[in-house]
């Protein structure tokens, strides 16, 4: 049996970055639907419409693409990033003199 190794260029992290309609009702109400499916299925608001999910390696990344795909609205703008996790662990986050430490960002480890 062939003996995977998890480090920082196999574990992944997947960025949706999205523009969705909310002139109207059924439009907002659409939207939320989007976001809430996200957050089901791992997705963590890293910002207002950029939500990342971390996935423990390629295969599960593809899968959560093909889930996003699938909840994608019929109207809108959709665009998804992904990186390693060395290259998210480089992130740099910056905050205003004014601004408070967000304290739910997504931890890097996940335990299986």
Known sequence: MTEIRLNAYHIMWLFVFFDLPVQTKKERKTAADFRKNLLKDGFVMMQFSVYVRHCASYE???VHKKRVKALMP?????????VTDKQYGDM???YGKSAKKDINAPVQLELF
């Not at 019929?74 to 992904?82: A, E, I, P, R, Y």
């Open 92 to 94: 740099e986050t910056v």
């Open 74 to 82: 019929d109207t809108g703008k959709v665009n998804m990033l992904n």
């Open 60 to 62: 599960s990344l593809v």
